[in-house]
C-alpha cells in the first residue's frame, strides 16, 4: 500500500464541504433576531427595533398620527372664526406635539410633554396660572430622559406620594434640568400593574405597545428572512460523480474531485452549461446532474398565521397594518376598521383629550392671547372616517324611502280614525320636520265642508288631497 494511502470511513461532508463557496445557509438554526441586535426589550433595544422596522414603526406611529390626523375643536361654534386660537395652536404645534407624546408612550411605555411658561417663577417652582404672560414652546420627553426629582409630601393632600419635581435631560443631552409637574403633562402608556412599575423611571409608566408585541413581531422577521432563504435554495443542484467512492482513496483523488465539482459550477455559473463526464470505451460510467425543484407549499399559509398573531397582540387590522385586502368571501373590512376606530378613540379619550383639555386652558390663561378666552369647553374630535359622495347620496334615498314609509302609514292611521290629521301635525311639529313651527303651521280646514258624520276625521284626510274642501261642478263637463 503506499505511504500517502489514506482510508476514509467518514461521510463525503468533510472532503467535498469546505469547497469556499462565498454564502452559507447555516443562519437557519439561529435567531435571526440576535444577529441584528433586537433580543433584549430594553429602551436601548425598542429604540433600535423601532428605527431597523417598518412594521415596528406602524405600530407605534400609526395609532398616534391618526389620533390627530382628522383634527380637534372645542364645542364652540365660534372656534372656525377665532383666528387667534387657530394661530396659537400651530405657532405652539399642538398637533404634531401631542402625537409624538403619544407616539412615545406607545413605543417605550410614557412620555411627558414640558410647557415652557413665562409667568415670573422658576421651572422648579408651581406654575401661577394667573400670571402667565406667554407660552414660550411645548417639549415632549420620552420616559428614558424623565426622573422624579421629589415627591408631595404632605399626607393631608390628595396629591401625596404623587411626583412633584422632574429631572429631565435637555435635548442636546449634555445637561439637566428640574421642572415642576404642574408645568407638564403626562401621558402613560398601556395599563400596567403596580408590581412591574418598581424598576421603572416614573411611577406611572405603562406598558409599551411594542414590547408587548415584540415576540410576535420578531417571529415576523424571522419568518420573512427564513421564506427568502427557502426561495435561494428552492432549486437544488444534485451532481453524481462517477467513481467518486474510489477517487477519494488519495489526498490526490481529493483534490481532483473538489476541482471537478468547481468546474461544473464554474461553467454552470458562466456559461450556463453543465460539462460532465460521458465515459470512455474501457469505462462506461458517467456522471449526472440534476436539479430538485423544492415545492414552497404552505410557507404562505405560515406567514399570514404569524401575521394574524402581531395583529392580535397590537389590536391593529391587517388591513391596515400590512395593506392587505380583507380576506374572506364577501368581506367589506368594515368590522376591521371599527376595531380600529375603536382602538384610535380609546386613545383620543384617555391620552390626547386631557392633555388638550390642559393645553387649550392654559392657552386661555395667557396674558398676551387676544382671542375669545373660554372657561367651559369640550374637546371634540373630528369623525375619522367620512363617507364618499356615493355613499351619502345612498344614505339620503334609503332615508327618504323611510320617510315615505313613514308618511303612509300616517295618511293609514288617519283614515282608520287611530290618530287625527291635527294630531300628525302636531307631532311633525315636535319633531323638528319639514321646517315646521306652530307658527308656520296653516289653520285646520273647514270641518263643515265635506264632513261625514259617521267619520268626522275625513275630512281632515280629504284635506291632504289636491281640491278638497272646493265644492263639486253642478254640471259635470260633458265627456
Known amino acids: 500500500m503506499p505511504d500517502d494511502f489514506a482510508s476514509r470511513f467518514d461521510s463525503y461532508a468533510s472532503i467535498l464541504g469546505p469547497l469556499g463557496r462565498p454564502h452559507s445557509f447555516g443562519t437557519l438554526g439561529t435567531d435571526i433576531a440576535a444577529q441584528v441586535g433586537l433580543g433584549v426589550a430594553a429602551y436601548g433595544e425598542l429604540s433600535r427595533l423601532y428605527v431597523t422596522s417598518g412594521i415596528a414603526a406602524r405600530i407605534v406611529d400609526m395609532p398616534s398620527d391618526d389620533a390627530v390626523a382628522r383634527g380637534f375643536r372645542l364645542d364652540d361654534e365660534e372656534e372656525n372664526s377665532d383666528q387667534d386660537l387657530k394661530s396659537e395652536l400651530d405657532r405652539l404645534r399642538v398637533g404634531p406635539l401631542c402625537a409624538d407624546g403619544i407616539r412615545w408612550s406607545r413605543l417605550y411605555g410614557a412620555s411627558l410633554l414640558v410647557l415652557l411658561i413665562k409667568d415670573g417663577g422658576l421651572w422648579e417652582e408651581p406654575l401661577n396660572e394667573g400670571s402667565i404672560d406667554r407660552i414660550e414652546k411645548i417639549l415632549a420627553y420620552e420616559s428614558f430622559d424623565i426622573k422624579v426629582e421629589s415627591f408631595y409630601s404632605d399626607p393631608s393632600q390628595e396629591n401625596f406620594g404623587e411626583p412633584e419635581t422632574y429631572r429631565l435631560i435637555s435635548p442636546d443631552s449634555r445637561k439637566f434640568f428640574i421642572v415642576h409637574e404642574s408645568r407638564t403633562i403626562r401621558i402613560s402608556g398601556d ?13 406611572w409608566q405603562g406598558r409599551s405597545a411594542l414590547f408587548i408585541a415584540r415576540k410576535s413581531l420578531l417571529d415576523y422577521i424571522n419568518a420573512i428572512n427564513w421564506a427568502t432563504l427557502l426561495l435561494e435554495r428552492k432549486q437544488q443542484p444534485i451532481y453524481s460523480m462517477a467513481g467518486l467512492a474510489d477517487l477519494i482513496k488519495t489526498p490526490e483523488g481529493v483534490e481532483r474531485a473538489r476541482g471537478q465539482v468547481r468546474l461544473v459550477d464554474e461553467c454552470r455559473s458562466t456559461m450556463n452549461t453543465v ?46 397594518l400590512f395593506g392587505r385586502s380583507p380576506a374572506g368571501m364577501n368581506s367589506t373590512g368594515e ?9 384610535v378613540s380609546s386613545i383620543q379619550r384617555n391620552d390626547l383629550a386631557p392633555a388638550l383639555n390642559r393645553i387649550y386652558t392654559l392657552i386661555f390663561a395667557q396674558k398676551s392671547y387676544r382671542g375669545k378666552k373660554r372657561t367651559d369647553f369640550e374637546i371634540c374630535f373630528n369623525p375619522m372616517w367620512l363617507p364618499s359622495e356615493k355613499e ?8 327618504a324611502q323611510a320617510s315615505f314609509q313613514d308618511a303612509q302609514s300616517a295618511i293609514g292611521f288617519i283614515e282608520i280614525g287611530v290618530i287625527s290629521q291635527q294630531d300628525m301635525r302636531n307631532h311633525l311639529v315636535d319633531e323638528g320636520k319639514y321646517g315646521l313651527t306652530s307658527k308656520t303651521l296653516p289653520p285646520p280646514p273647514d270641518l263643515a265642508v265635506a264632513v ?6 275625513r275630512a281632515l284626510v280629504n284635506a291632504l288631497k289636491p281640491n278638497v274642501g272646493q265644492p263639486a261642478p253642478a254640471n259635470p263637463p260633458p265627456q
Open 191 to 203: 395599563p400596567l400593574p403596580r408590581y412591574a412599575r418598581q424598576w421603572t423611571n416614573v411611577p
Open 335 to 343: 368590522a376591521d376598521q371599527e376595531g380600529y376606530y375603536q382602538l
Open 275 to 320: 460539462m460532465l463526464n460521458g465515459g470512455t470505451t474501457t469505462n462506461t460510467t458517467k456522471d449526472d446532474y440534476k436539479i430538485l425543484d423544492l415545492s414552497l407549499g404552505g410557507v404562505k399559509d405560515v406567514i399570514e398565521q404569524v401575521e394574524l398573531k402581531l395583529c392580535a397582540d397590537t389590536g391593529i387590522p391587517a388591513t391596515k
Open 452 to 457: 261625514d258624520p259617521r267619520n268626522p276625521d
Open 392 to 399: 351619502q347620496a345612498e344614505t339620503k334615498w334609503k332615508l
